[in-house]
């Protein structure tokens, strides 16, 4: 298991004033920018492109950025993430036609590639593409809206994804997004997972560094 990594979810940042805000819960700890991507097809909402996430690194943000592709189709859009200036790209494998194509396309554009799993998404979309993976997302809610509630079967799905990437020996990150709060992040942080994306819970505290430090304890 990696080091904590607290990846707050700017889908619930101030829209008007993005830059400001993303600075300013990186100055309060947060490690890498969660960039939620949804396209009102793969999931019902509408969100952010590549035109953002180049603003974001014009603006001068230069931490890692966690890319999260809710869309459909998946290939067209990665080579523009990878020139906006993203780090990495998750998407999920049943919006992709050819799942282990588009892993070969993240790869070669320059970014870290992650597969996202949906609660009701079997893990066996692992089985022939763990070489190829450098993180692993388990969703805790369905995608499409911050502030909704952690599923708790993802906790099972976490500690099966652990067994499976302990067992590879890889240095696989093993990510959970939905509904993670300074209350829940330590049953999560046991279950196996090592980067925690927040979103409501960050941005809608009057405090983000506190409430991140309450995390990063809670973490242990
Ligand atoms: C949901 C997004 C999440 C969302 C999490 O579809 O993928 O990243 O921002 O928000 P919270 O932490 O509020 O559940
Ligand atoms: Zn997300």
Redesign the pocket.
């Known amino acids: 298991k990696q080091s904590p990594i607290i990846a707050p ?1 700017i ?2 940042a101030d829209f008007a004033r993005l830059g400001e805000d993303t600075a300013k819960v990186l100055a309060a700890g947060g490690d890498w920018v ?1 960039f ?1 991507v949804m396209d009102n097809h793969y ?1 019902p909402n509408l969100t952010m492109g590549p035109m953002v996430l180049k603003a974001l690194r014009d603006y001068g943000i230069t931490a890692p950025i966690d890319v ?1 592709l ?1 869309v459909k189709p998946v290939d067209r859009i990665v080579p523009d993430f990878a020139k906006a200036g993203a780090t990495g790209i998750s998407f999920h494998p049943e919006a992709s036609e050819h799942v282990d194509r588009t892993l070969g396309l993240i790869k070669d554009s320059g970014c870290e590639a992650g597969l996202v799993f949906n609660p009701a998404t079997p893990l066996n979309w692992l089985d022939h593409v763990l070489d190829k993976l450098d993180l692993i997302l388990i ?1 805790s ?1 369905n ?6 509630k952690f599923i708790p079967s993802a906790l099972d799905k976490l500690r099966e994804v652990r067994r499976r990437i302990d067992e590879s020996g890889r240095a696989i990150r093993l990510e959970v ?4 709060t300074a209350d829940n992040i330590g049953q999560i942080a046991a279950a196996g997972a090592d980067t925690f ?5 960050i941005f809608n505290a009057p405090d983000y560094q506190a409430m991140i430090n309450r995390m990063r304890s809670a973490i242990g």
């Open positions: 979810s889908l619930s969660h939620d999931v999260h809710m969703m809610v995608p499409g809206f911050g502030g909704q997004d939905g509904g993670v994306v927040a979103g409501s819970a």
